[in-house]
């Protein structure tokens, strides 16, 4: 597509339910990076993935977060029973190389209550 | 996470004026960049500087990628409306990942 897709823009979940959080990149694009935005905060890593193989999860908060990426393609972040503190921004973004820029998505807005 | 410290928080400027914003780390970066985010969207990418002391220059704003790689500062002149927005720097390690690590924001008002 023309640019990073995520999905759903917005999330509202009971405290203790999972949720998953979806991001198509950029078609081609063979670096993907999720990264997590608190509300007033910069931008905190947490995976990065290299074709469906992620070398670096060491952002990850806890064990209650998980990412997937299939086909070299779409990306699957999931959060299992989730707590208030997870509410957050979760941003995608996704490069052609490592020399390549970064585009990222608009991010899904997720609400834990 | 690791953050970068940013300064300042936040700023009220009246449009017309120039703006001047920096980071700063403990780490040597290979890369800088500032990014620009607006509600409800990703950050844009607006300089990226690679080199240690380099100086770049878009449009009307001018970054710098300090002499000791662990600064750099961003510059907006002639301040207008659609400048509104948070201004984040980025530092780029260059090691297996090349994740970025974002600096605390600084957000910017302008009134006409």
């Known amino acids: 597509g023309a640019g990073v897709s995520q999905s759903p823009s917005n999330k509202v979940t009971e405290k203790g339910k999972d949720v998953e959080l979806r991001c198509d990149p950029i078609?081609?694009?063979?670096?993907l990076y999720w990264y997590r935005q608190s509300l007033g905060q910069g931008l905190e890593f947490l995976i990065y993935?290299?074709?469906?193989?992620?070398?670096?999860k060491s952002g990850l908060p806890s064990d209650r977060f998980s990412a997937e990426r299939t086909g070299g393609s779409v990306s699957t972040l999931t959060i299992q029973r989730t707590q208030q503190e997870d509410s957050a921004v979760y941003l995608c973004?996704?490069?052609?190389?490592?020399?390549?820029?970064?585009?990222f998505g608009s991010g899904t807005r997720l609400t834990v209550v | 996470g690791q953050q970068l410290n940013q300064s300042p928080q936040s700023m009220f400027i009246q449009e017309g004026e120039d703006v001047s914003m920096n980071c700063t780390s403990s780490?040597?970066?290979?890369?800088w960049l500032w990014y620009k985010q607006d509600p409800g969207e990703g950050p844009v990418l607006l300089i990226a500087?690679?080199?240690?002391?380099e100086l770049t220059s878009n449009g009307r704003l001018t970054a710098q990628f300090g002499i000791t790689r662990k600064d750099s500062f961003l510059n907006i002149s002639a301040s207008i409306p659609s400048d509104v927005g948070i201004y984040f720097c980025?530092?780029?390690?260059?090691?297996?990942?090349?994740?970025?690590?974002f600096g605390t924001g600084t957000r910017l008002q302008v009134f006409p």
């Open positions: 973004a996704s490069r052609a190389s490592r020399q390549g820029r970064y585009t």
């Open positions: 078609s081609g694009h063979t670096a």
């Open positions: 993935f290299q074709g469906n193989s992620a070398p670096d």
């Open positions: 780490s040597i970066f290979n890369t």
């Open positions: 500087l690679y080199k240690a002391g």
């Open positions: 980025a530092g780029q390690l260059g090691y297996n990942t090349d994740k970025l690590i």
